[in-house]
T-cell receptor, first 114, second 114 residues
Framework: DVKVTQSSRYLVKRTGEKVFLECVQDMDHENMFWYRQDPGLGLRLIYFSYDVKMKEKGDIPEGYSVSREKKERFSLILESASTNQTSMYLC?????????????FGPGTRLTVL | AQSVTQPDIHITVSEGASLELRCNYSYGATPYLFWYVQSPGQGLQLLLKYFSGDTLVQGIKGFEAEFKRSQSSFNLRKPSVHWSDAAEYFCAVGATGGSYIPTFGRGTSLIVHP
């Protein structure tokens, strides 16, 4: 059974803290994604990676960075967390073309920044 | 660029009633179309997808969707809703030709009354 795991289900951080969200997939997928989900706005792409050490900005990359040192792991980094980054963060992965293949999602991390 | 519209933010149905969730897309060529479901506190799970062939697609959990090119629609249906179908539903459109990123609609929240 395919699996995408995220390091935390719930996270509470303070403004200005550096925050790491980890995502691991066990399907040997090339592509990995970080989305942000907010009520009424759906899913918005922050960053994606199509290979180790490769990354591309999505629609809302400001305030975020990513790291992909190993194929199975994709990290989202908030360099200095702010209250407007309070949100649900979803990681996903897919093999081949993400525009055509099924995306497999993790359970999400609900981040609250105080 | 592709886009997706889910016109209904919330839909309320009674258990046992039929369901139709609307999705309209904009894309110049033949799209890849997806419906995902997100149960409370969970990540997204694929219900079904379409990219060619029969325009009526069967998915998991008794759902089906029909691709209508003339109307640029890909509506999701279920003949009899169960209480466990209460969830958020997302339509997404993907693309071929090297595009890696599908575009998601804003989602429709399904409420099921007993």
């Amino acid at each position: 059974d395919v699996k995408v795991t995220q390091s935390s289900r719930y996270l509470v951080k303070r403004t200005g803290e550096k925050v790491f969200l980890e995502c691991v997939q066990d399907m040997d997928h090339e592509n990995m994604f970080w989305y942000r989900q907010d009520p009424g706005l759906g899913l918005r792409l922050i960053y994606f990676s199509y290979d180790v050490k490769m990354k591309e900005k999505g629609d809302i990359p400001e305030g975020y960075s990513v790291s992909r040192e190993k194929k199975e792991r994709f990290s989202l980094i908030l360099e200095s967390a702010s209250t407007n980054q309070t949100s649900m963060y979803l990681c996903a992965s897919t093999s081949g073309g993400a525009g055509t293949d099924t995306q497999y999602f993790g359970p999400g991390t609900r981040l609250t920044v105080l | 660029a592709q886009s997706v519209t889910q016109p209904d933010i919330h839909i309320t149905v009674s258990e046992g009633a039929s369901l139709e969730l609307r999705c309209n897309y904009s894309y110049g060529a033949t799209p890849y179309l997806f419906w995902y479901v997100q149960s409370p506190g969970q990540g997204l799970q694929l219900l079904l997808k379409y990219f060619s062939g029969d325009t009526l697609v069967q998915g998991i959990k008794g759902f089906e969707a029909e691709f209508k090119r003339s109307q640029s629609s890909f509506n999701l249906r279920k003949p009899s809703v169960h209480w466990s179908d209460a969830a958020e539903y997302f339509c997404a459109v993907g693309a071929t030709g090297g595009s890696y990123i599908p575009t998601f609609g804003r989602g429709t929240s399904l409420i099921v009354h007993p």
